[in-house]
């Protein structure tokens, strides 16, 4: 009876743990969403003023573009999301739309490595 015991609570343990991954990984790309965001905007502001070619506008695009200059996501999200699939965690998603999603970040994550390496 002890040892069904240790396993419920090693399984509602391990469950907790994913859980947090989950929370912790949804604040972070909602970050990173903000970032894209700020990012795709400050782009378009760029291409509007390069378009008129207003020289009235050339020093805000010259803030503006020093600011395009980050990565899609911050390396936080990207060592959560690596921890999380490097502790076999991935595997244990239950949900097939989920797990499916994690699955194709996954694969996302390990091209965009090998294109930068």
């Given at each position: 009876m002890r040892y069904k015991s240790a396993i419920?609570?090693?399984?509602?343990?391990?469950?907790?743990?994913?859980?947090?991954?989950?929370?912790?990984?949804a604040d972070t790309l909602e970050d990173d969403i903000k970032v894209l965001r700020e990012?795709?905007?400050?782009?378009?502001?760029c291409l509007e003023?390069?378009?008129?070619?207003?020289?009235a506008d050339i020093e805000e695009l010259k803030a503006k573009i020093g600011a395009l200059n980050i990565p899609f996501a911050n390396?936080?999200?990207?060592?959560?999301?690596?921890?999380?699939?490097?502790?076999?965690?991935?595997?244990?998603i239950e949900e097939p739309e989920l797990k499916s999603q994690f699955?194709?970040?996954?694969?996302?994550?390990?091209?965009a490595r090998n294109w930068i390496d």
């Open positions: 419920e609570t090693y399984c509602v343990l391990k469950k907790s743990t994913i859980n947090a991954y989950y929370a912790t990984l990012t795709s905007d400050n782009l378009m502001r003023i390069l378009n008129t070619e207003n020289e390396a936080h999200s990207m060592e959560l999301f690596d921890e999380f699939v490097n502790k076999g965690y991935l595997s244990e699955e194709r970040v996954k694969n996302g994550w390990i091209k």
